[in-house]
């Protein structure tokens, strides 16, 4: 008989929804919302739902793989954890634990997904990555001006006068804030958005202004200036509970007005009027992450929690600098799980550049890589190295649940479960507050087992099987063992399904910021002249790299999908996908392109092919190119992305790409 049962989503996403799941005979037959979660209300989008395709669907990994010359082959897991065991033991003993990278990323958001540091710790400490793909500069930024990086409780939007959506693509990538954006509006909010592409948040704006891409720092910088010209700036605030004002001052004296305008492609009536915006409070700021994913994104993302502290928006109901909200992964004790204390060696590579570091490597070589929760050769950026590096080293192993690009590349593939397939509790840092209990629902399909099994297993025969002689039960515990603490346990999750978590709602409403000064710092105190705001531009663009900027003369955006999470949808589709070449107006008529046309688009580092799609109203000498696209499918566009790092050395610079495009047939 069927049974309608409580669930979450695993996905990495700001939204992080409740679910109801159909199951029947141990199969699940459909996936829906829950109506009673406090913020995801029962509504969920087609990644959500598609979760009952990737479980059922007839291409899950079934058993563990090894490829015999050039060819998988089907081996039993003994084999596979015996021959592993065995090479990661004489790899530590030739070469060092350091000899073995762990490339890893967040495709699944549960707590015990953090066990496999705690296997790699125990093992003596591999090479790990540092810095991320996705928000890594605005972190970075947000943890130099306040000290660490929150955002207000979702609620609170209610009570702006006036809301900007900056580079976030809320109605594709974050859709209950969206239901937010239409509640606030309907109560006389004004809703403002700046991006170089008229997405679909756009639609519902009070205004759109379209940008530069990578310019919006010196567009805040251009806001701030006029904000100061008429004296709307909150002297309060700035002269009791801020750092390094004076800095700004002669920073934003060093450019005019015009030359702001003339840069971010912005006409000056429209930051004339965004001062006065800023200065009608509250006013709060959402950033996306998609404005931070270039060389200067830090800056970036300084210069607008600047523009927001001196409009007197920080720690107000209603205000702001919302990129991320910290506080909810604070919530739990990560640490328990890892054992971060119990490695002797360690190694760290850049998540960027993980693939140069690679084939660069020395003392040791890298001899064995483990990927998990990640499709590198799809989502790295510079494809073509990341596919060399990969390729290079004598043992990679993927663990997977389909045959994904770099799963192909493997030596080794061990066939994981889906979120249904065990328990585990799902959170996100990004938008909301609240954590969610995934129980098991079915059995997992033919051998495939969960990450968790393959590290226990992998330990015991290693030797330390005892630091992972634990139940579920336990696991799950051990990373709640702060909250239990104050009163709020595991029972209760799992009987109510969803807990708040006790964060602040308006952070910074007491004017302590975790800075070494205790203020908020426009100049960071510990960072020496790096602390210091910069007009900085993007590292492609005419005003960086004139010559580059003559042969490549147009920015490339990848932005995330639709209806693909990533690279995890795409396969699954009815139909195959096609990469689509979006293409503002202005190239489409310079190139006499027409939609349909089949186009090549390249740089210095790669190419790809696709179908032209003319989109209105986007900034003129923009494309967009959706990532995730599997090779199979004319991808990956990192094929032409670099793997430079953001200003502050731990983001990546995704966007900040210049292609040039031609018709082929
Ligand atoms: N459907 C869907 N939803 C997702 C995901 C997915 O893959 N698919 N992924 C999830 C994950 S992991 C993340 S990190 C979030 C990301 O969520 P978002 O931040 O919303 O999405 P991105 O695609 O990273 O960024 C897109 C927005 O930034 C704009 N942008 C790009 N460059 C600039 C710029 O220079 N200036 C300005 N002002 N805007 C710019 C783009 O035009 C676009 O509107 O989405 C999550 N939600
Ligand atoms: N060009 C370009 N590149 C980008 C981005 C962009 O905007 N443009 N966005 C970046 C961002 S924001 C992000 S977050 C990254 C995401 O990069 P990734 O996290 O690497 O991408 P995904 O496609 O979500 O997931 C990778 C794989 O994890 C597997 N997986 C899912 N669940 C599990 C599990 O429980 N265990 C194991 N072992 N595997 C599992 C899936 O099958 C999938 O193949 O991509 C980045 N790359
Ligand atoms: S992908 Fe995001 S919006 Fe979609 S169901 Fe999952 S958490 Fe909700
Ligand atoms: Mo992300």
Redesign the pocket.
């Known amino acids: 008989m069927a049974e309608i049962l409580k669930s979450a989503c695993p ?5 992080s929804c409740g679910f109801h799941v159909t199951v029947e005979n141990n199969k699940i037959i459909k996936v829906e919302g829950d109506p009673s979660h406090p913020i995801t209300k029962g509504k969920i ?3 959500g739902r598609m979760l009952e395709t990737r479980t059922n669907s007839p291409e899950r990994l079934l058993h563990p793989l090894k490829k015999v010359n050039g060819e998988f082959k089907q081996i039993s897991w003994d084999q596979a954890l015996d021959e592993l065991a065995l090479k990661l033991k004489e790899i530590k003993d030739q070469y060092g634990s350091t000899a073995v990278l762990h490339s890893h990323d ?1 495709a699944n958001n549960g707590i015990l997904k953090n066990l496999d540091q705690r296997f790699f710790n125990r093992y003596g400490g591999v090479t790990e990555i540092y810095g991320s793909l ?2 890594g500069a605005g972190i970075e930024a947000q943890k130099w001006d306040f000290g660490d990086a929150y955002g207000h409780e979702p609620n609170d939007v209610l009570h702006s006068k006036n809301i900007i959506i ?5 109605a ?4 209950h804030f969206y239901e937010m954006l239409l509640e606030a509006k309907k109560r006389g909010a004004k809703i403002l958005v ?4 008229f ?1 679909a ?1 756009a639609k519902i704006a009070d205004k759109y ?1 379209s ?6 720092g010196l ?1 805040a910088a251009g806001i701030i200036k006029e904000i100061l010209r008429l004296g709307l700036e909150d002297r309060d605030f700035i002269d009791q509970h801020t750092h390094g004002f004076r800095d700004v001052k002669k920073l934003i004296a060093s450019i005019s007005l015009e030359k702001v305008s003339k840069m971010t492609e912005v006409p000056i009536e429209t930051i004339q009027f965004l001062a006065e915006v800023f200065a009608d409070r509250p006013t709060s700021t959402f ?5 931070q ?2 060389k200067n994104g830090g800056n ?1 993302i300084r210069l607008i929690d600047a523009l927001v502290a001196i409009s007197g928006n920080i720690g107000i109901s209603g205000g702001g600098a919302n990129f991320a909200n910290l506080q909810v992964g604070q919530s739990f004790d990560v640490a328990n799980l890892t054992l971060g204390s119990r490695k002797s060696s360690h190694r760290e590579f850049s998540i960027m550049k993980q693939a140069e570091e690679v084939l660069a490597a020395v003392d040791p070589e890298i001899k064995m890589i483990f990927v998990t929760c990640g499709n590198p050769l799809t989502q790295v950026p510079d494809s073509s190295i990341v596919e060399k590096a990969f390729s290079s080293v004598s043992t990679l192993v993927v663990v997977e649940q389909f045959m994904t690009d770099t799963a192909r590349l493997a030596d080794y593939i061990l066939p994981t479960t889906t979120s249904f397939e065990e328990d585990d509790f799902y959170y996100s840092s ?1 938008y909301h507050h609240y954590v969610n209990y995934g129980p098991k629902l079915v059995s997992a399909p033919g051998e495939a087992k969960s990450d968790l099994w393959i590290w226990t297993q992998l330990a015991e025969r290693l030797g330390f099987g005892d630091d992972f002689n634990y139940s579920r039960e336990q696991w799950l515990g051990m990373a709640l063992q702060s909250l239990a603490e104050k009163g709020m346990t595991l029972d209760q999750l799992k009987e109510r399904h969803t807990l708040e978590l006790p964060v602040k709602p308006i952070p910074w409403s007491d004017f302590q910021f975790k800075t070494p000064s205790g203020k908020y710092e426009f100049t960071s105190m510990s960072k020496g002249d790096e602390g210091k705001l910069k007009l900085a531009v ?1 590292e492609e663009s005419k005003w960086s790299n004139p010559e580059l900027a003559e042969k490549f003369p147009y ?1 490339l ?10 690279s ?1 949808n795409y396969h699954l589709f009815p139909k195959a996908p096609e990469l689509k070449v979006e293409v503002a107006e202005n190239i489409a008529a310079d190139k006499h392109l027409k939609n349909g046309d089949f186009v090549r688009v390249w740089n210095i580092r790669g190419e790809v092919k696709g179908y032209i799609s003319i989109l209105p109203k986007v900034h003129p000498n ?1 494309i ?1 190119i959706d ?2 696209i599997w090779k199979s499918f004319g991808g990956s566009v990192n094929n032409l992305t670099s793997s430079r790092e953001s200003d502050n050395g731990l983001g990546s610079t995704l ?1 900040d790409c210049l292609v040039n495009l031609e018709k082929i047939n």
């Open positions: 996905l990495n996403c700001w939204d989008c087609g990644r967040y996705c928000w900056w580079g976030r693509n809320v594709r990538t974050n859709m700046i991006d170089p592409l997405n948040t202004i940008v530069k891409p990578g310019m919006d567009l950033m996306g992450l998609g404005l994913r270039y970036t990004m993007p920015n955006l990848t932005i995330h999908p639709l209806r693909s999470n990533h995890q923009t967009n990532e995730g966007y």
